[in-house]
């Protein structure tokens, strides 16, 4: 119901101050959105090649920790990170916003087993086939689904880590492809050396990791996790020598 005030004093009161409320409003800078940190910031180099931004989620030193899920996507999964272009030039790390009239989409070139990564409407993406992650004519702002799934004869239950490598390109043909980058995914989380937990990495891990190498069966998922140094998602005998080089610092 409208207030009586405003009424008997007509309606032309009220329509100056909202036109005046409208301008002031169309006058105000609105800033542009911020990049999310946690996303990975496809960009182009001076020289036409795109990459990523080592400013957002830098594959090379992180990995994504799956939260546990259930009904279609059982298992682990997570729909980030996302991917969000870069906004501004970047001079040092040779990264700059995308043209106008570009079509950025990802390719993916492998998966390890049970490794799944979705559309946000569902459809599957698998080895060969790529995704739409925007047109620099409106937002390359887009999050897939990561998808570890449990209840496929293709999950090994000591495994925790898979690995997907993936390609940057431009279908229009107006940029080259980037170079291929590996995403690390884990379904626990951990500290690579810290086999028995203590928030460090020393000489007491030793036995811990001897432990787990020789029996991972009975090892709890962090202490594989941890103990899995050469980043392959299980415990061999190719992790004792990242694990002594981790040990001294190396």
Not at 22 to 29: E, K
Not at 35 to 64: N, R, T
Not at 81 to 108: H, K, M, Q, S, W
């Amino acid at each position: 119901m409208f207030d009586k005030k405003c009424d008997a004093g007509g309606i032309g009161r009220p329509l100056r101050l909202f036109t005046s409320l409208l301008v002031l409003c169309s006058a105000l800078s609105i800033p542009t959105a911020a990049q999310h940190d946690e996303d990975l910031w496809p960009a182009v180099s001076a020289g036409g090649v795109l990459k990523l931004s080592p400013a957002g989620f830098d594959p090379a030193d992180d990995f994504i920790d799956l939260p546990a899920a259930s009904g279609l996507l059982v298992g682990w999964s997570s729909n980030d990170p996302g991917f969000d272009d870069v906004n501004a030039a970047d001079v040092p790390n040779d990264c700059y916003p995308f043209e106008p009239g570009r079509t950025i989409r990802l390719r993916v070139l492998a998966l390890d087993p049970a490794l799944n990564v979705w559309t946000a409407g569902l459809s599957n993406i698998g080895v060969g086939s790529s995704a739409l992650l925007g047109s620099t004519n409106g937002d390359v702002h887009t999050h897939l689904i990561w998808h570890v799934r449990s209840n496929t004869t293709a999950f090994d239950p000591l495994q925790t880590l898979w690995r997907g490598r993936f390609q940057l390109f431009d279908s229009t043909g107006q940029y080259a492809d980037s170079d291929p980058f590996t995403l690390r995914f884990r379904n626990v989380v951990c500290t690579p050396g810290d086999v028995n937990g203590d928030d460090t990495v020393n000489n007491f891990d030793i036995d811990a990791f001897v432990a787990v190498l020789l029996d991972p069966q009975s090892a709890t998922a962090e202490a594989r996790c941890a103990a899995d140094l050469d980043l392959d998602g299980f415990v061999t005998n190719f992790d004792i020598d990242p694990f002594v080089a981790r040990l001294l610092g190396e």
